[in-house]
């Protein structure tokens, strides 16, 4: 842990110095044409190997993400008592600036975090044109969402193809979410140093999450050999990644998967990312699907609801392995 001042700012805070990355051959990381006739064996042979992939041929328009785009370093570039008042203080939703969850964790970034199931962000008091481009965004970036998860039951053979779309997308109640984390360059503490992490190693809790950002890199996967993979960043394509909740649904077929985010260091350009999270409502159910369990097959995990994994996730710092309390055996 280092202390480091940033520009502008009398704040002092912990930061962790950026972790070190074993270079991996990109082909690590899968790309699926999510138009393509084998779509659906390809996401569910990604999702199993690695956690991970590109989607390419996803519909969505770019002008929707650089509208959302100019909305959000708009939003980031205002003083941060204005960006407090229009969003209130991350709770876990609304604005937050360094401070991650609710147990310590830190990392070289500002966000804004919303529920975009329950219409929080048609009642907040962010500017119209952010508002108005968030919301053009979340239907596109669901309709992503919805479609990876059909591809997901089509791979798996699930007879039930909408099975874990219908328990996100127009479910009542369901809990998806969306992120828009801004990285500013973060100053060098020394020749050779390169910066600190934006955003500490963690898997998503949810069931997908769909990730798209600008063309600053920082995002890196876990691959399932321990080694850390950095992700060319590609604003033209989106990052699905697999989810604690995939993991248990499919019992361990897909295996949500580690990642992080490195700030960008000092001259270089801020990373902004937006994230959309596939949770479905509180009261669901999350245990093996019964289609995907051969014969005598056991749970490798103990029944829970995605309310009480997401209670419980609050718990946690994000390093943390948050299925260990839910596991069998
Ligand atoms: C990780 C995935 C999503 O960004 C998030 C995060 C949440 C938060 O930032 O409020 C958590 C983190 C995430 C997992 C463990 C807890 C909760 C911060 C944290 C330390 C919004 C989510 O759903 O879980």
Partial sequence: MVAITAPG????????????????????????????????????????????????????????AEKLEAGAMAFFALPGQDKLDMSGAARPLGYGSKSIGRNGDVGWLEYLLLSVSSNSVAASSLPPTLRMALEE????????????????????????????????????????????????????????????????????????SVLRSNCAAGLQIKLRDGRWAPVPPDPRCF???????????????????????????????????????????????????????REGEQSLYREFTWGEYKSAAYKTRLADHRLGPFELV
């Fill in 9 to 64: 700012s009398i704040e002092q805070i912990p930061l962790i110095l950026r972790p070190k990355t074993n270079a991996v051959e990109p082909a690590a990381i899968p790309t699926v044409d999510l138009s393509a006739p084998g779509a659906a064996a390809a996401v569910v042979d990604a999702c199993r190997t690695v956690g991970f992939f590109r989607a390419t041929n996803h519909g969505v328009p770019a002008r929707l």
């Fill in 239 to 293: 990052f699905i990644n697999v989810g604690d909740s995939l993991q248990v649904l499919t019992n361990g077929r897909c295996r949500s998967v580690k990642h992080r985010v490195v700030a960008p260091p000092e001259g270089m350009q801020s990373r902004l990312s937006f994230i959309y999270f596939c949770g479905p409502a509180s009261s669901q159910r999350i245990a093996p699907l019964p289609e995907v369990m």
């Fill in 137 to 208: 965004y979340t239907a596109a970036v669901r309709e992503v969402g919805g479609r990876v998860l059909e591809l997901v039951a089509e791979g798996l053979g699930l007879v039930d193809r909408d099975v874990l779309r219908r328990m996100v997308i127009g479910s009542e109640g369901s809990d998806e979410m969306l992120r828009v984390n801004h990285y500013p360059p973060c100053p060098v503490l020394a020749p050779g140093d390169c910066g600190v992490t934006g955003f500490g190693e963690h898997t998503d809790p949810q069931i997908i």
